[in-house]
C-alpha cells in the first residue's frame, strides 16, 4: 500500500496574522508614563564666585517637620492654607510706584515687608529627613499652584486663555492653533512670574 504524504501548512498567513495582532496591539496599547515633579536644574556655577545678595523679605521659606506639620516664615500653617500665603507673597509687589522694580501687574497687598516684586521673590522648601515622601510631594504641589494660579491669571488677562491649559495641550501634541505664537505668549507670562522653588539640605 502506498504511503500517503501529509500536506504541508502554508504558515504564511499566520505570520501575517501574528504582524497585524502586532500592530494592533502596539496601536492600541496605552503606555504609562513616569511620573514625577518637573524641574529645570540651575546652571552650573563658575569656582569662586559670590553668589548673589537676596534680602530677606524676598524668601519664603517653608519647612516640613518631622510630625508633618508646616512651619512657614516661622509660623505654624495647615496645609490647606499653604498655596494662598505663596499667592500672596508672589503676587505683593511691595517696591512703590516710580521706582526701578515696581509690579505694575501685581494685585498684592504692596506689603513693603514682603517680597518686591515676582522676579526677587524665592520659595524655599525644607523637609527634615524623618518627614515623608507624601508630605513634600503635596508641600510641592501647593506651591506650584500658586504659580499657575498666577500665570492662569494673567494669561486670561492678555491672552483669554489659561496657562495651564494651553501649555498642556502643546505638551501633549493637541494644541489647535498657531503654536510658536502661543509659545511666545507663555513665555512672557512665564517670565512675569518665572518659578523660584528652591530646595535647601535637610542637614544645614
Known amino acids: 500500500m502506498a504511503r500517503r504524504n501529509a500536506p504541508e501548512i502554508n504558515a504564511g498567513s499566520m505570520a501575517d496574522i501574528a504582524f497585524l495582532l502586532l500592530i494592533f496591539f502596539l496601536v492600541t496599547t496605552t503606555i504609562e508614563k513616569d511620573r514625577g515633579l518637573v524641574r529645570a536644574l540651575p546652571p552650573e556655577q563658575p569656582?569662586?564666585?559670590?553668589?548673589p545678595i537676596i534680602k530677606e523679605k524676598n524668601l519664603f521659606v517653608v519647612?516640613?517637620?518631622?510630625?508633618?506639620?508646616?512651619?512657614v516664615e516661622n509660623k505654624p500653617m495647615e496645609i490647606k492654607d499653604l498655596q494662598a500665603a505663596a499667592i500672596a507673597f508672589l503676587d505683593n509687589g511691595g517696591v512703590p510706584k516710580g521706582q526701578e522694580g515696581y509690579c505694575d501687574y501685581c494685585q498684592g497687598e504692596r506689603d513693603l515687608s514682603s517680597s518686591d516684586n515676582p522676579d526677587k521673590a524665592i520659595i524655599t522648601v525644607k523637609s527634615l529627613r524623618e518627614s515623608s515622601y507624601e508630605s513634600f510631594i503635596t508641600v510641592q504641589n501647593e506651591l506650584v499652584g500658586a504659580y499657575n494660579f498666577l500665570r492662569d491669571r494673567e494669561s486670561q488677562r492678555l491672552y483669554q486663555f489659561k496657562y495651564t491649559e494651553?501649555?498642556?495641550a502643546i505638551d501633549e501634541g493637541v494644541f489647535k492653533g498657531?503654536?510658536?505664537a502661543t509659545e511666545k505668549k507663555l513665555d512672557i507670562i512665564k517670565d512675569m512670574y518665572p518659578q523660584k522653588?528652591?530646595?535647601v539640605d535637610p542637614n544645614n
Open 47 to 51: 569656582e569662586n564666585v559670590e553668589p
Open 178 to 180: 498657531n503654536e510658536e
Open 197 to 199: 522653588l528652591s530646595e
Open 166 to 168: 494651553v501649555s498642556k
Open 63 to 71: 519647612i516640613v517637620n518631622n510630625e508633618e506639620e508646616l512651619l
